[in-house]
């Protein structure tokens, strides 16, 4: 197994009381041989000097996460075209892709040293928005979902959906949410969505509010590829995993594919996806 050097740390944003964690993390990490690198914006939160993010995560090893899945969120989409496997520690509530509590760490660092940990793969999401001359505009990716979603809250929107860029449905309503795998536990199953395996190779199509009761959540393989465009003029949402935000125009494509080879979370042997399940939804307890 090949022995980690380098440690690149990316902290929950606007947290700036996150600065005595770190210096303690720096230090446990220091003393298993472990070199730090903290990324520039998490320094500037908490007044030390960091390192460029793209830098930072050519030079590491393994990016780890501190703070909850929404930190990991967004450091896997930024990371992602590295390829370096991410760890998430977290400072809060039960997450389903930060592994570690903070009482964890220490125990579980001489393990990331030697590399012995398992990864889980999960797919991850490719978007682009197309203009009427074909030609790709915006690219972005995502790992629980993307949203498009109406402007304003006095009007429904319709979007035109295509498989393989065969027409095959209208959808009426508040938006559609495409999702992974690893997203149904998210914006997906409080519309409605099904629960899936997280390491399966599926895209969600799931309908907000959908004005007809024929619309119901789908489910495709993940070998096929998505379309998305407005079926009336005017412009809508595109929402990346509910943190970054694209205008989709009229005439304009959105295009969505699935990655098989996507981010690499790193778990402990012991992480149990069903087990956080019941402890998060409190599914098979009685009242």
């Not at 949410?177 to 190779?201: E, H, L, R």
């Not at 080879?261 to 996806?273: M, R, S």
Request: a negative charge.
């Amino acid at each position: 197994m090949k022995e980690n050097k380098i440690l690149g740390v990316c902290l929950r944003p606007s947290t700036p009381e996150l600065k005595g964690y770190f210096l303690e993390f720096q230090s446990l990490a220091k003393k298993f041989g472990f070199e730090v690198l903290l990324d520039s914006l998490s320094a500037g939160m908490i007044g030390m000097h960091g390192v460029n993010f793209k830098e930072m995560s050519k030079e590491c090893d393994i990016l780890v996460s501190i703070g909850g899945d929404g930190t990991l969120i967004s450091t896997a989409r930024r990371s992602f075209s590295f390829g370096k496997p991410i760890l998430g520690i977290n400072m809060g509530n039960l997450g389903f892709l930060t592994d570690l509590q903070k009482h964890e760490v220490e125990t579980f660092l001489p393990y990331l040293k030697r590399g012995e940990y398992h990864i889980a793969n999960h797919m991850m999401l490719e978007g682009k928005i197309v203009g009427e001359n074909g030609e790709c505009t915006k690219s972005f990716f995502a790992l629980n979902d993307i949203l498009i979603s109406r402007l304003s809250n006095s009007s429904m929107i319709h979007i035109k959906a295509y498989v393989d860029g065969e027409y095959f449905n209208s959808y009426y309503g508040d938006g559609l949410i495409v999702a992974t795998p690893t997203g149904s536990t998210a914006y997906n199953i409080s519309a409605g969505g099904a629960v899936v395996y997280p390491f399966s190779y599926n895209l969600l199509l799931t309908p907000i509010c959908a004005h007809s009761l024929t619309q119901r959540p789908l489910i495709l393989p993940g070998e096929f590829n998505v379309q998305a465009a407005l079926g009336e003029e005017g412009n809508c949402n595109i929402i990346i995993d509910g943190q970054e935000n694209k205008t989709l125009r009229f005439k304009e494509k959105l295009e969505i594919r699935a990655l098989k080879d996507g981010v690499k979370l790193i778990h402990n042997f012991e992480w149990n996806y069903f087990k956080i399940l019941k402890e998060k939804f409190h599914w098979g307890d009685y009242e």
